[in-house]
């Protein structure tokens, strides 16, 4: 994915937000966060409900691959 949407997300709020502040947030590590936005990891699937619901962020565009993966489940 070349867009990093957590990341964009992070650097638009106003002030800022640092990565331990959006860590912070979403009760995760600044570590996490960095893996994230880096595309090392992807977010869980159980984690990803919260992180959209607090980043306002679809989960489509937070993990396509699982947005796709459950269109195919639907047909």
Same mark, same amino acid.
């Given at each position: ?23 912070? =947030?979403?009760? +995760? %590590?600044?570590? !996490?966060?960095?893996?994230?936005? #880096? ?8 984690? =990803?409900?919260? +992180? %959209?619901?607090? !980043?306002?962020?679809?989960?489509? #565009? ?14």
């Amino acid at each position: 994915m070349t867009t990093r949407p957590l990341k964009i997300f992070r650097e638009t709020q106003v002030p800022p937000l640092t990565q331990d502040q959006l860590a912070a =947030l979403l009760g +995760v %590590s600044r570590a !996490t966060v960095n893996r994230w936005e #880096t595309g090392a990891r992807k977010i869980d699937e159980e984690k =990803l409900p919260e +992180v %959209s619901e607090k !980043t306002g962020i679809p989960p489509a #565009t937070l993990r396509p691959d699982l947005a796709a993966l459950m269109r195919e489940a639907a047909q």
